[in-house]
C-alpha cells in the first residue's frame, strides 16, 4: 500500500508496533511520500480506535507514547552527536552542552528536566539499545526504562551490562516498575557485585540540600544525606523537640522539630548565627507609613509575605533607594548611597536581574556571573549598565559558544539570545514586585506548537 515500499503491505486504518517501527526507520522524505497519515494521528482517529473501551485506549496511548518518546530519544541523542562532531576541536569538550541546551530551549525544559532527559537518551543510545529498542516497539513503558536507567548507572563493563539488559528486559513485563528495581539490583548483585559496592561509594558525591519554594508563604529545605547522617541530624531534633514538649505545650511535635531545626541553624546555643545572609524583601512606602496599600511585600522572587512581618523585618534593615518606571514598574536606577556600599553596577544587574537572564534558569544572580552582551575582549563591548546581564557560569560559557549570539535592549535590559539553528528567545527583567515576564519564543522553520515557559 506504500510506493516507497511496495512490498509492504500495511493496513493504514490501523498501525500496529511492526508498522511503526517501519515507518519511523524511513528516512523523513521517504516517511512523507508514504500513503497514509501519520500513524499518531491515525491511530487516535481509526474506526477500530473508535471502537476501543477506555481500559483498550488507556493501553494502547500507553503503547504510543511510548513509541513517540523512544523516538525523540533518538533524535534528541542525534543532535547532540551531530553537534559534538562538527565543533571546532578547541571548543569539542563543551559543544555538548551547547547542544543540550538548544535542546533544553526548544523544549521548555529547566536544569533539571534537560540533564534527565537528555542523559536518559544518550545513555539509551550509546548504552542500552536493546532498551530503546523496546520503548519503540510500545513494549516498555517509560516507568520502567527509567528503573533500568538508575540501576544499571554503575556498570562500566559494556558486556556485562548487556546481560544484565536482557535479563531485566526479559523480566519486564512481570513486575511493576518498584518490583522490578529490586529484580535488577538482584540480577546486579549475581552478574556484577561491583557494581553494587561502586553505587554504595559513588552514592554520597549525591548529598545536597535544596530549598524549595511552597505556597502561602512557606519553603521546604530538603538534605539528601547517607543514611547514616539523616538518622543522627533527624536524631538531634527529635531529642530535643521532644525535651521542650511539656504539658501546656500547644505546638506539635511536628512544630517543635521545624522550630528546634530554625534554632540549630541560626541560633546555636542561644547565640546569634556566625553567618549573616542578606533578603531582599520589596515594601511599598505607604506600607510603611501605615496606609493602605494594593500591593503586598514581596521577596526577591515575588512571593507576598503579611504586612505584620514585613514591618517587623523593615524596622531592622538596612535600606537601599530603587528609582523605577511607573509605568512598567521595572528598575531603572540603585541609589549608591547606602550603608555598605559595594560595586553599584554590581548590585544594580544583581537587583534588576533576580536571577540568572537564560530562558528557563532560576539560579539566584548573585550566585551568577556578570556576561557583557557584547564581549569585552573581542568586540569592544563596553562595562556599563546596557551591556551586562546575570548569566550563571554554565549559561555564560554556552552563550559564548561559536554558533550562538545575544543582543540586549538598552532601554528595557530585554535580551535576545539566537541559537546556531536561528531560534530567538527573548528574556525581560522581572518586574519590582517579582512578577516574572514569559519568555517570547520565535523559532525557524514551519514548528507551530511552542513549549511554555
Known amino acids: 500500500m506504500f510506493d516507497s515500499c511496495p512490498d509492504r503491505a500495511v493496513d493504514t486504518t490501523f498501525w500496529s508496533a511492526e508498522d511503526l517501527e517501519w515507518w519511523w ?23 477500530e480506535f473508535d471502537e476501543l473501551g477506555p481500559l483498550d485506549e488507556i493501553g494502547h496511548e500507553e503503547r504510543l507514547q511510548s513509541m513517540s518518546l523512544g523516538r525523540q530519544m533518538r533524535s534528541i541523542a542525534a543532535h547532540v552527536h551531530a553537534v559534538v562532531d562538527d565543533a571546532p576541536w578547541y571548543c569539542r569538550q563543551k559543544a555538548d552542552r551547547a547542544a543540550c541546551a538548544e535542546i533544553a530551549l526548544r523544549m521548555g525544559m529547566g536544569r533539571d528536566a534537560q540533564t ?38 554503575n556498570i562500566q563493563d559494556r558486556a556485562i551490562l548487556a546481560r544484565v539488559e536482557a535479563e531485566a528486559l526479559a523480566e519486564a513485563s512481570g513486575f511493576p516498575s518498584p518490583r522490578l528495581r529490586d529484580k535488577i539490583r538482584a540480577i546486579i548483585e549475581r552478574i556484577d557485585a561491583e557494581a553494587l559496592k561502586k553505587r554504595v561509594e559513588a552514592a554520597p558525591k549525591e548529598r545536597s540540600v535544596q530549598l524549595w519554594r511552597e505556597p502561602d508563604g512557606m519553603a521546604k529545605v530538603c538534605a539528601f544525606l547517607p543514611v547514616e547522617q539523616a538518622l543522627s541530624v533527624f536524631g538531634v531534633i527529635d531529642v530535643l523537640a521532644q525535651a521542650t514538649k511539656g504539658s501546656d505545650e500547644e505546638r506539635t511535635i511536628d512544630q517543635i522539630r521545624a522550630d528546634t531545626f ?31 496599600v494594593a500591593d503586598p511585600a514581596r521577596l526577591a522572587d515575588g512571593t507576598a509575605i503579611p504586612e505584620d512581618l514585613a ?26 548611597h547606602t550603608y555598605a556600599p559595594g560595586n553599584p553596577l554590581t548590585r544594580f544587574i544583581h537587583t534588576r536581574d533576580r536571577h540568572c537572564r537564560w530562558p528557563g ?91 511554555p515557559y
Not at 514591618?311 to 549608591?336: E, M, N
Open 361 to 451: 534558569c532560576a539560579r539566584r544572580a548573585k550566585r551568577c556571573e556578570l556576561d557583557h552582551t557584547i564581549k569585552f575582549h573581542l568586540h569592544g563591548g563596553l562595562t556599563i549598565v546596557i551591556n551586562m546581564s546575570a548569566l550563571c557560569k554554565k549559561h555564560h560559557e554556552i552563550k559564548d559558544m561559536p554558533g550562538w549570539d545575544a543582543i540586549q535592549d538598552p532601554d528595557t535590559g530585554t535580551i535576545t539570545f539566537i541559537t546556531p539553528g536561528g531560534d530567538r528567545y527573548t528574556t525581560r527583567p522581572p518586574t519590582l514586585d517579582g512578577e516574572e515576564q514569559p519568555v517570547e519564543v520565535k523559532l525557524r522553520g514551519p514548528v507551530a506548537d511552542i513549549p
Open 311 to 336: 514591618r517587623a523585618i523593615a524596622t531592622d534593615s538596612r535600606w537601599r533607594l530603587l528609582l523605577t518606571d511607573p509605568g512598567t514598574r521595572h528598575l531603572l536606577d540603585l541609589g549608591a
Open 262 to 292: 530554625v534554632d540549630l541553624i541560626c541560633h546555636p546555643g542561644d547565640q546569634p548565627s556566625r553567618v549573616t545572609y542578606e533578603a531582599q524583601i520589596l515594601v511599598p512606602v505607604g506600607l510603611m507609613l501605615g496606609r493602605d
Open 116 to 153: 534527565r532527559r537528555i542523559g536518559d537518551a544518550l545513555r539509551l543510545v550509546d548504552e542500552l539499545p536493546a532498551t530503546l529498542a523496546a520503548m519503540c516497539e510500545g513494549s516498555l513503558p517509560y516507568a520502567k526504562v527509567r528503573v533500568i536507567l538508575d540501576e544499571t548507572i
Open 25 to 47: 526507520s524511513l528516512p523523513p522524505h521517504e516517511r512523507e511520500d508514504a500513503e497514509g497519515e501519520d500513524p499518531l494521528e491515525c491511530g487516535a482517529s481509526c474506526a
